[in-house]
């Protein structure tokens, strides 16, 4: 006994789980912006019981303007990735992968959006990272990077990276495929 799945199907799952991980993000990155914002503007009691359980009680204390830079970075962080799913979303939903002609200048153009986004959450993660490890070293406590949501800068270049490849490959088969239309 042999399971088929098609294309079609596959590209509904993806769609459903791009769905479900774009609203979970979506979440995240709301409990962050509006804990920062509730912490700064409202109460400061709000920064030991930051987003997830997180205690940057110490760093406000320390100095506000730390705290500023770190929730900064962390929501940055945070809106890029919710960015990023709701390209996937909104490509997936619009219906413009075409299984017949799969190399068009949208999917390139989609890929290299992706790439572009997974390229500034390296950037801004590996910037938040380096920020918290030189905080740390004035003796401020502080939670783990992962907590904070940045770590994995590395994870996040290579991704962009391979993602700009996989464009060009497109922009290679789209030319191709161009020719291949002209001569027929």
């Given at each position: 006994?042999?399971i088929k799945?098609?294309?079609?199907?596959?590209?509904?799952?993806?769609?459903?789980?791009?769905?479900?991980?774009?609203i979970?993000?979506?979440?995240?990155?709301?409990?962050?912006?509006?804990?920062?914002?509730?912490?700064?503007?409202?109460n400061?009691?709000?920064?030991?019981?930051?987003?997830?359980h997180?205690d940057?009680?110490?760093l406000?204390?320390?100095d506000h303007?730390y705290?500023f830079?770190?929730?900064?970075?962390?929501?940055?962080v945070?809106v890029?990735?919710?960015?990023?799913?709701?390209?996937?979303v909104?490509?997936?939903?619009?219906?413009?992968?075409?299984l017949?002609?799969?190399?068009?200048?949208?999917l390139?153009?989609?890929?290299?959006n992706?790439g572009?986004?997974?390229?500034?959450?390296?950037v801004?993660?590996?910037?938040?990272?380096?920020?918290?490890?030189?905080?740390?070293?004035?003796?401020?406590?502080?939670?783990a990077?992962?907590n904070?949501?940045?770590?994995?800068?590395?994870i996040?270049?290579?991704?962009?990276?391979?993602l700009?490849?996989?464009?060009?490959i497109?922009?290679?088969?789209i030319?191709?495929?161009?020719?291949?239309?002209?001569t027929?």
């Amino acid at each position: 006994m042999q399971i088929k799945i098609s294309s079609p199907q596959i590209l509904k799952i993806l769609n459903v789980l791009s769905w479900i991980i774009f609203i979970g993000v979506c979440i995240e990155a709301g409990g962050f912006l509006f804990n920062s914002f509730y912490a700064l503007v409202l109460n400061p009691i709000g920064a030991k019981y930051f987003w997830n359980h997180l205690d940057l009680s110490s760093l406000y204390q320390f100095d506000h303007g730390y705290f500023f830079v770190t929730t900064t970075l962390i929501n940055i962080v945070v809106v890029l990735k919710a960015c990023l799913f709701y390209v996937i979303v909104k490509y997936l939903y619009s219906r413009k992968l075409d299984l017949s002609k799969p190399f068009s200048i949208d999917l390139r153009r989609f890929i290299l959006n992706l790439g572009y986004l997974a390229l500034g959450i390296s950037v801004f993660t590996l910037w938040g990272a380096n920020y918290i490890e030189w905080i740390m070293k004035k003796g401020i406590e502080m939670p783990a990077l992962q907590n904070l949501h940045l770590a994995g800068a590395e994870i996040w270049l290579f991704m962009s990276i391979s993602l700009f490849v996989i464009a060009q490959i497109i922009k290679s088969g789209i030319e191709i495929q161009s020719e291949n239309e002209l001569t027929v």
